[in-house]
């Protein structure tokens, strides 16, 4: 724990001499058509900071008044005999078990134990979910998922650690709201994105609701110094105010 606050310490100071984060991608990953008529779709959306070339994510955080939040005005669904809360633990050998390619969780980058995220238009591997032999998954997934995983093999999985920020929606119990005013996770060290693109997954949340979200995150630039981006008013010489890390309904 010491070790991860010294982490989070580190990544509030330097100086932001340019923008690290150049943008947000929400992704859609997947769609679950509703059960019902008309009910709505189970989306899973995945949330990736795009960063600039040569840099590197090192915590997710919040501040009091400046809470790092996702929200829906539903409830995320999960994955409650497979599933995770963090990207990291998520076992890819059991992707093709329904429904855990559909949970949701928090990530540095990571979406299996030995895997990173990748946008799905930038996966060229083929998926880990085209096995024949998965009869409820072939029929509940989009075809899609079994050509693109949104997954690149990776060989080092950085230790992830929370400090301060419950992920008990992410695991066993109900809920939509996800937040801290004192927390973050980070890695220990940084992680970069999987491709030339430089994107970093930082969640993955399935919901039927909508999803609004408030992002600050600490970036580490070539030269070794650390930006933080906010999804609020700067209040310091080394912050940059982002819009794009808050959604249009977030505030």
Do not use: C
């Not at 959306?45 to 939040?69: C, K, Q």
């Not at 669904?77 to 990291?88: K, L, Q, R, V």
């Not at 075809?143 to 920020?165: C, H, T």
């Amino acid at each position: 724990m010491r070790a991860f606050m010294a982490l989070v310490a580190i990544a509030f100071i330097g100086q932001a001499k340019a923008q690290g984060i150049e943008g947000v991608l929400v992704e859609r990953y997947h769609e679950l058509p509703p059960r019902e008529q008309g009910g709505a779709p189970l989306i899973t959306y995945r949330i990736y900071l795009d960063l600039a070339p040569g840099h590197s994510l090192l915590t997710v955080f919040g501040e009091a008044g400046r809470n790092l939040f996702f929200r829906t005005t539903t409830r995320f669904f999960n994955d409650t005999i497979n599933g995770g809360s963090a990207g990291e633990r998520i076992d890819p050998e059991r992707l093709s078990d329904f429904p855990l390619a559909l949970d949701s969780w928090l990530a540095l980058g990571f979406a299996t134990s030995a895997h990173k995220a990748v946008p799905l238009h930038l996966d060229k591997d083929g998926s880990l979910l085209a096995k024949p032999d998965r009869r409820e998954a072939r029929q509940a997934y989009d075809s899609a998922l079994f050509m693109r995983d949104g997954l690149v093999a990776a060989q080092r999985v950085p230790e992830v650690m929370n400090l301060y920020i419950s992920t008990s929606y992410l695991d066993r119990l109900s809920g939509g709201l996800i937040e801290t005013a004192v927390g973050a996770y980070g890695a220990m060290g940084s992680v970069a994105g999987a491709t030339e693109e430089n994107m970093v997954l930082i969640a993955q949340l399935t919901t039927d609701g909508e999803l609004s979200y408030a992002i600050n995150a600490a970036v580490r630039a070539p030269d070794g110094s650390i930006m933080k981006h906010v999804a609020y008013r700067a209040l310091a010489s080394d912050e940059i105010e982002l819009p794009a890390l808050r959604s249009g309904s977030a505030f």
